[in-house]
Every structure is written in C-alpha cells, then in structure tokens.
C-alpha cells in the first residue's frame, strides 16, 4: 500500500504530503517519498524521534499529536535541536495538531513559541468531539468555532491551516460528504484538508482549487489594476459581462492575488 501511495498510482490526485502515521501503529522501512511522520505524544514521541534522528534520511516534517499546551511544543522543539545529527533534523518543521478545549484556547500561544518550528495548525476533529463532549453532526455547527479559531490563529501568524478528516471514502454518499467538507473549508479560510484515503486526495485538490470563473474575475481586476493605479484612483469599476459594475479596492485587490496564487498551486494558472 504504502508503495502505491509513493508512486501515485492509487486515487485520481497526487498528496502534497504523504504522512507515515506511527501514532500507535509500526514505523515502515522504507521512506521514498516527500513525507511527514506523525509521532506519539509524550515520551513515546521522543522515543519515536530518536529513532528518526538516528537514520541518515530525514523526514520533510511531523505531525505532532495531543498538542494542548505551547511546553508539548517546545519539547519537541528543544528535543531536534539537542540531538539532530544532520541538518535536515535539526530544521525539521511540525504542524500542530490541536484535538483538545485546552489546545484551542492555548492555540495562540502554541503557534508563537517556537517561529523556526512550527508551519501549521491542524485541527483534529474526532479528538476534539471526544474530548469535548460534542455530539458529531453531519452539519459541523457543532466545531464551527473551533475551527475558526484554528484558521484566525493561523493565519494571524502566517501558518497552514488544515482542516478535519473525512472518515467516510466509499461510495456516493462519501463522496458527496467529502465535496462539502472540502468546499467548506476552503470557504472557512483552512488552507488544506486532511485525506484518510488516497481516493479522497483528488476531490480535495479539486475543491480546493479556485474556480475557472473566480479565476476569470481575479484576472479582471488585475488587469485593470495598472490603469486606475496611473490615473491615481484608489478605488475602481470592474465592469461585468452583463454592463454592471463593481466597486473594487485594495482588499479586493489582494483577494484577486491570493485567488491567482491558489491557481498556480493549483497547476491552473
């Protein structure tokens, strides 16, 4: 299986990240492609560090699990730093799972105590329903604001934010329920989604990306963009297809970037 996920050949879509799960499950052998690891919490997650450090192939980063507070963090921040042989480990990125009511209202703290280190949030959804008696609904009202909080704090502080993880991936029904996930999220600000299966990764890719219309309008305003800027108005027209026009302005502007750059990830633009 894990071969199949390597070269790309299971599912429609290519992962941005492969992540080898040895959170209560056995560490593979063999690691050829561009992944993270996912480690245990606690001693157990530094029992799993060291065996990482003390390969000569390093990971492109970890998922750190249970993180409730910013010293879970730091731990393993202090930890790569004091016993990295190469320096692929000691630069070693971690995303930050938060899967607690205590990681949340921490999540500002954990996402400013160690700049080098951290790259993002995620947010763990099942974790975070446990542990917070939260009766999972298909509708997600129920973890509206602790996923929007997750997306404020990261994004405040320049880091990736991932959201929950579809557990269903066959059939119909599942694919329906994943679409939505997906468009939700993107629509909430996360800046990706966790697969569970290779077959979801495709859906997730396509949800994710900006549409062909969003990209036609983001193109529009660009390309009215010089001429307002050299008749030195702040604000100006993009005229639709239909005659309306709409006021734009720097926001919209930035927007209308952040729209172009989603596409070039994309392979769109």
Known sequence: M???VFAGTLGRGQPDVVTLDLEDSDAPADLRSRKFV???SGQLGLDDLEAILASTVAPDGLLLPKVHTAADL???DRFLSSHARLPAHADLRVIASIESPLGLLNAREIATCAP???GGLLF????YCASSRLVRTPSRREMLLARQTVVAVAHAYGLQAVDLVCVKYKGE???RGLRDEAREGREMGFTGKQAIHPAQVAIIQEEFAPSEKEIERAQAILSQYAAAQSSGAGAYGL???DGSVEMIDAPMLLQAESILEQAKAAGLA
């Open 239 to 241: 005229e639709g297809k």
């Open 124 to 127: 763990a959804a099942e974790d």
């Open 38 to 40: 996912r480690i245990n």
């Open 2 to 4: 894990l071969d199949k």
């Open 116 to 118: 080098a280190r951290i």
């Open 173 to 175: 029904e599942a694919e």
């Open 74 to 76: 730091l731990t393993v």
